[in-house]
């Protein structure tokens, strides 16, 4: 079973609609848990971070937790094309080590 | 704001050669790691060090690899005998190392081709 799980896409939103992102993952002891945004050629940029069970909302972007299914969601809300990038899960199970998932290519369309 | 640097931001090389890849991390963080992304596929962690010493390695850091921070602020990722499978970007990051939820912020990448 792979540690971070999700669905590579492509994910294609019209602009102004919302964009959903899923992940899972395998490591119980997981303790937090980021989204990153991957431009091509770009290093990841941090989008949004989460480490308790529910929603956290920071602007456009909702991060949603369930440890008990091993579940992590991003929501973008008003998707613009600027937003079109690679969203990458990952999570981080101690200090010492962060496991990514193979990214989700999102495109919004004009 | 700060942030992690990395250099240099190409670096090609033969097959067999040594390349030393170079970060400098934030200031005041604890904790550094190095990452690989061979193109189209995901981010791999390869290592992470604290306090001087290596904390955990991956599968993919094996006796080909070495890290090493050799002053204050350096914190270097050597390839003794580069494969043509080691073509890649290579990320350094660091973080704060309060917590296990402290976030990890990601240099731009150095790209490394081995011919």
């Known amino acids: 079973q792979k540690e971070v799980e999700q669905n590579s896409g492509p994910l294609s939103v019209p602009e102004g609609a919302i964009a959903s992102l899923n992940c899972t993952y395998s490591?119980?002891?997981?303790?937090?848990f980021f989204w990153y945004r991957q431009y091509s050629g770009k290093s990841p940029e941090l989008i949004m971070s989460?480490?308790?069970?529910g929603d956290k909302e920071d602007g456009r972007f909702t991060a949603q937790l369930n440890k008990a299914s091993q579940y992590v969601s991003l929501l973008i809300r008003d998707s613009q094309p600027s937003d079109s990038a690679t969203y990458l899960c990952?999570?981080?199970?101690?200090?010492?080590?962060?496991?990514f998932g193979a990214g989700t290519r999102l495109t919004v369309k004009p | 704001e700060p942030e992690v640097t990395q250099t240099p931001s190409h670096q090609v090389t033969q097959m067999g050669q040594e390349v030393i890849l170079r970060c400098v991390p934030i200031s005041n963080h604890l904790y550094f790691y190095w990452y690989r992304q061979i193109l189209g596929q995901k981010v791999e962690f390869l290592v992470s060090f604290y306090n001087n010493e290596i904390s955990e390695k991956s599968e993919i850091f094996d006796d080909q690899f070495s890290v090493e921070r050799p002053d204050g602020s350096n914190f270097t990722l050597k390839i003794r005998s580069t494969k043509l499978e080691d073509s890649a970007m290579y990320f350094c990051?660091?973080?704060?190392?309060?917590?296990?939820?402290?976030?990890?912020?990601f240099g731009p990448g150095t790209r490394l081709t081995v011919l």
């Open positions: 990051a660091s973080h704060i190392g309060l917590a296990a939820t402290d976030t990890q912020y």
């Open positions: 989460i480490y308790s069970n």
């Open positions: 490591d119980r002891g997981s303790q937090s």
């Open positions: 990952a999570v981080n199970r101690t200090n010492n080590d962060m496991r």
